[in-house]
Structure formats: structure tokens, C-alpha cells
């Protein structure tokens, strides 16, 4: 079985900051890890993922996320945020072999401008 | 379609009253998740539908909650003699067969029990 936690619910930021996300698994085998975005009164949809190789992914908006085996993290970060950016981020994690992600609550993410 | 939809958007209901969630799933997709997010958490994982047949239905809470999927295509949750604890937004999501497959996301439908 696997466990995600996002330690933090909400991060209030202004605009043009660096903002990172934190989300921390446990899992008793290797796994996959994955970052959904859940923009306001839409539905959730993949921002990146790693599955394997390069532990540093990238999104196509500026967003990167590093796996790190020995912390068991997989944090979200963005060097300069933007009004946009706002929403709710989910962490999740998936065994190896298995069909079932386990989703973390979810950061709000709220910029200011 | 174009993406996964579900219907209704929104439905209040009575307690003791049953309910029927449906969810149109992208076409070609096998696999098909239910998901239940109360406010402020994360998602629950529900139910996995992998064609017709659903190997992993652990998740569901109790025997008032049932869901059955039908020509590889939608998908209808149904929770019988609702309670107020059942109230949440339901959320669907489909994906191809492989591993690590994206999820794609439907909108939702937001159950309220009263």
C-alpha cells in the first residue's frame, strides 16, 4: 500500500515569487509519482509525471518537480509564479504494478497579484 | 466527445433517497476510476473498471454503494438509501490500458444530502 502527504493545504504567494509545493510518499515498493492540477470549476488533469530515468521532470508551464528516492519526496516547484497558477495541486503515487493512484488532499495554491 | 463527462452536474437529494451517477468516459479508454472528494480532502479512491469487469472494487464504503460499467463505455454509480455523510462531489476518470497511464478527469457531480 502507498501514502502521500502534501504538508501543506494552502500557499499563499504574490506574483513573480518562487513557490514549491511539498508532497512526501511512503510505499513499500518502487513507484510511479504524479502531479495533477485542478484549475477553479474544472476537472483535474496531469501536469507531469515520473516514471522512471531523469529524477527532474518538467511541465510545459514552467513547472519541474525532483524525484528523490532517499527522502521519499516528490516536491513541485516554479521559479516565478504567475495569477494563473492559481488552483489546487494533487500529489499522487502508484506502485509499480499496480492501476491504483493513491491521491494526496491537494495545496491550494493562491497568488496574489 | 472530447473529454470524460458526467451527469448531472449537481443533484440534492433527500436522505434515504437513491441516487444515479453516470459517466461517459473518452472513447477507447478501458480503463475507468470513480473517485469520491469531500471537502477539503483528497480523492477517495471508489472503484476501477478495466473493460466490463471491475477488479478492484475495494474502495467502495458499503453495500449501498454499486457501480457497473457497460459496453467498455459508461459507467453508473449508484448509491442506494443515501446518507449525509455521502454528500461530496463524485469525480470519473479514464485512461488507456497500460500502466501509469494518464488519468483524464471528468468535471464531477456534486451530491448534497439534506
Known amino acids: 500500500a502507498q501514502s502521500v502527504t502534501q504538508l501543506d493545504s494552502q500557499v499563499p504567494v504574490f506574483e513573480e515569487a518562487p513557490v514549491e509545493l511539498r508532497c512526501n510518499y511512503s510505499s513499500s515498493v518502487s513507484v510511479y509519482l504524479f502531479w495533477y492540477v485542478q484549475y477553479p470549476n474544472q476537472g483535474l488533469q496531469l501536469l507531469l509525471k515520473?516514471?522512471?530515468?531523469?529524477?527532474l521532470v518538467e511541465s510545459i508551464n514552467g513547472f519541474e518537480a525532483e524525484f528523490n528516492k532517499s527522502q521519499t519526496s516528490f516536491h513541485l516547484r516554479k521559479p516565478s509564479v504567475h495569477i494563473s497558477d492559481t488552483a489546487e495541486y494533487f500529489c499522487a503515487v502508484s506502485g509499480i504494478g499496480s492501476y491504483i493512484p493513491t491521491f494526496g488532499r491537494g495545496t491550494s495554491l493562491i497568488v496574489h497579484p | 466527445g472530447a473529454g470524460v463527462s458526467q451527469s448531472p452536474s449537481n443533484k440534492v437529494t433527500e436522505k434515504g433517497k437513491d441516487v444515479e451517477l453516470r459517466c461517459d468516459p473518452i472513447?477507447?479508454?478501458?480503463?475507468l476510476y470513480w473517485y469520491r472528494q469531500r471537502l477539503g480532502q483528497g480523492l477517495e479512491f471508489l472503484i476501477y473498471?478495466?473493460?466490463?469487469?471491475?477488479?478492484?472494487k475495494s474502495g467502495l464504503p458499503s453495500d449501498r454503494f454499486s457501480a457497473e460499467r457497460t459496453g467498455e463505455s459508461v459507467s453508473t454509480l449508484t448509491i442506494q438509501r443515501t446518507q449525509q455523510e455521502d454528500s461530496a462531489v463524485y469525480l470519473c476518470?479514464?485512461?488507456?490500458?497500460?500502466?501509469?497511464?494518464?488519468?483524464?478527469f471528468g468535471p464531477g457531480t456534486r451530491l448534497t444530502v439534506l
Open positions: 473498471f478495466q473493460g466490463n469487469s471491475a477488479p478492484d
Open positions: 515520473y516514471l522512471s530515468g531523469s529524477t
Open positions: 476518470a479514464s485512461s488507456g490500458s497500460g500502466l501509469a497511464n494518464e488519468q483524464f
Open positions: 472513447s477507447g479508454h478501458t480503463a
